[in-house]
T-cell receptor
Framework: DGGITQSPKYLFRKEGQNVTLSCEQN?????MYWYRQDPGQGLRLIYYSQIVNDFQKGDIAEGYSVSREKKESFPLTVTSAQKNPTAFYLC????????????FGDGTRLSIL | GENVEQHPSTLSVQEGDSAVIKCTYSDSASNYFPWYKQELGKRPQLIIDIRSNVGEKKDQRIAVTLNKTAKHFSLHITETQPEDSAVYFC???????????FGTGTRLTVIP
């Protein structure tokens, strides 16, 4: 969906480094989500936000942090505490609540140098 | 919370045959069931969804059926084509929930 933009497409992290993945949407959606996808695996929820200035941990939040200062933006920081960060990260948004279709970005592939 | 199980994990069919992917869910309050298609290295895309007030929904070669009593729902693809090859995810949620609960995915391969 052209309404959700993730950047960068590829990202490399050095040992002990924090990196931030960008997610921007122009769909006027209230809810935004971050998922992690490992090779051959399903989608695991990292964090989600239903409204500006509020967010909740998902199933695998340890080693990650987020902010939601603007409705359009939901950046994800992968901290040095995340010891196995290599994965495909997907951002999604929906109008509101969990019972609505989620629209995904193109993803960011993060690797360790 | 909700637990969604999906089977099979891999499925190979001949071009032109039908493919069926099945999911079960645990929370009887769940009332929204979307299906997503993800091609290799791409974003998941919503292909069809169903709410609990209907038992079946069709969109061209794709259909979804829902059995609320048994708590399972299925994706049916007829007249499969090579471009149907992808990973398919089911999901479930309920009104007021904060997020979708995804199945683990089915890798469908359509053999020309």
């Amino acid at each position: 969906d052209g309404g959700i933009t993730q950047s960068p497409k590829y990202l490399f992290r050095k040992e002990g480094q924090n990196v931030t993945l960008s997610c921007e949407q122009n769909l006027n959606h209230d809810a935004m989500y971050w998922y992690r996808q490992d090779p051959g695996q399903g989608l695991r929820l990292i964090y989600y936000s239903q409204i500006v200035n509020d967010f909740q941990k998902g199933d695998i939040a340890e080693g990650y942090s987020v902010s939601r200062e603007k409705k359009e933006s939901f950046p994800l920081t992968v901290t040095s505490a995340q010891k196995n960060p290599t994965a495909f990260y997907l951002c999604a948004s929906s109008t509101t609540g969990g019972d609505q279709p989620q629209h995904f970005g193109d993803g960011t592939r993060l690797s360790i140098l | 919370g909700e637990n969604v199980e999906q089977h099979p994990s891999t499925l190979s069919v001949q071009e032109g045959d039908s493919a069926v992917i099945k999911c079960t869910y645990s929370d009887s309050a769940s009332n929204y069931f979307p299906w997503y298609k993800q091609e290799l290295g791409k974003r998941p895309q919503l292909i069809i969804d169903i709410r609990s007030n209907v038992g079946e929904k069709k969109d061209q070669r794709i259909a979804v059926t829902l059995n609320k009593t048994a708590k399972h729902f299925s994706l049916h693809i007829t007249e499969t084509q090579p471009e149907d090859s992808a990973v398919y995810f089911c999901a479930a949620s309920t009104t007021g929930a904060n997020n979708l609960f995804f199945g683990t995915g089915t890798r469908l391969t359509v053999i020309p």
